[in-house]
């Protein structure tokens, strides 16, 4: 199946293929393009070519070479030089699609979780292209106000960028980690991992590992990250299945009802506008119901600074919080910043 960077991927290179003169190129250019290999582009545009769009012929012809292992010897071999084309078929065209304004936002939510973690480049554009399409459908029929805008990045354009590659290139990465220590005062560690994939969500984490245990680390709360050597590759084979194997472990334990990420802690009501639907639809244990235009979203909480995150996030979709304790702490929190920078 492919995960989540493969289809962000593909849909940038069929972008880029379009607007080529007569839809064509090689393999070389688009892998260079990419920062990828030539092999990879041409795994990714087969599985485009073949895949089935029920209840309508495929609007798109793709004329690509033979996978290295497919190929029968007839003709040349395929390689960087293979020319590659997009072009309409004219067997079909791709139906108008309708969508109720909770599709619009659900789809926006889900496509600014993926923008959060792609690095700038043809990949962040051809999303951004294809949120500023949604986005405006639903202005266009009145629905303006009940979207937000593109959250940003929880990290640097330029750190983010060398997560990736360390990710694809199997390098090992060093960053700064910034988290809350005694009396909320900042702690700073130094940590070399093998970055192994990014998860997205509320708050975006890189799954790593570190001296033989599988980590994660909150983007947000990272700095100054740089690349290292590039490791062998079955290190970062191992590496992988022990990420995959932990990811494994969490499911099963949260299927069976006693996994360590079930929410805990205090018990916390927020009144939102319907801006705020994503934290119902992103957030593990939160329960969202609707009262006329207002979405009530309870959720537990185990800790304060991760929910005065969420607010900022949240702005001004945010019309009350229960209990009155925790809304009161939170209030000064916010008088102090409102304070620190007039």
Do not use: C
Request: hydrophobic share 40%; glycine share 8%; no cysteine.
């Amino acid at each position: 199946m492919a995960g989540v960077q493969d289809i962000v991927r593909t849909h940038a290179i069929l972008t880029f293929l379009s607007r080529q003169a007569g839809g064509t190129t090689t393999l070389a250019e688009l892998a260079a393009h990419f920062g990828t290999s030539w092999r990879n582009v041409l795994d990714l545009l087969w599985d485009a070519n073949l895949i089935e769009i029920p209840g309508m012929l495929a609007p798109f012809d793709l004329a690509l070479p033979d996978r290295p292992e497919q190929w029968d010897g007839s003709g040349d071999p395929p390689g960087p030089g293979s020319i590659v084309q997009l072009a309409h078929s004219g067997a079909g065209q791709v139906p108008q699609l309708s969508l109720t304004l909770d599709e619009v936002m659900v789809l926006t939510a889900l496509l600014d979780n993926v923008l959060e973690v792609t690095p700038p480049g043809d990949s962040r554009t051809a999303l951004r292209e294809l949120r500023e399409s949604m986005t405006r459908a639903a202005s266009d029929a009145g629905f303006g106000q009940a979207l937000w805008r593109e959250p940003e990045s929880p990290i640097a354009a330029q750190s983010l960028e060398t997560i990736m590659s360390g990710i694809n290139a199997g390098r090992m990465l060093s960053f700064s980690y910034h988290r809350a220590g005694p009396d909320l005062l900042e702690s700073v560690q130094e940590v070399s991992a093998i970055p192994v994939s990014i998860a997205t969500g509320a708050s975006p984490v890189l799954r790593a590992v570190r001296d033989g245990r599988a980590r994660t680390y909150r983007l947000d709360r990272m700095g100054r990250v740089t690349a290292g050597e590039t490791l062998p590759k079955r290190r970062v084979t191992d590496a992988r299945k022990l990420v995959l194997k932990e990811e494994r472990r969490m499911r099963a334990m949260a299927r069976e009802g006693r996994g360590s990420w079930v929410p805990q802690g205090e018990s916390v009501t927020l009144d939102l506008t319907l801006a705020g639907k994503w934290v119902g639809e992103t957030l593990p244990g939160a329960t969202v119901r609707e009262e006329g235009d207002t979405l009530v979203v309870t959720l537990n909480v185990t800790s304060e600074e991760w929910l005065f995150s969420l607010l900022l996030q949240l702005g001004d979709a945010v019309i009350a919080v229960q209990p009155e304790s925790v809304a009161d702490r939170l209030a000064e929190r916010f008088a102090r910043l409102l304070k620190e920078t007039l």
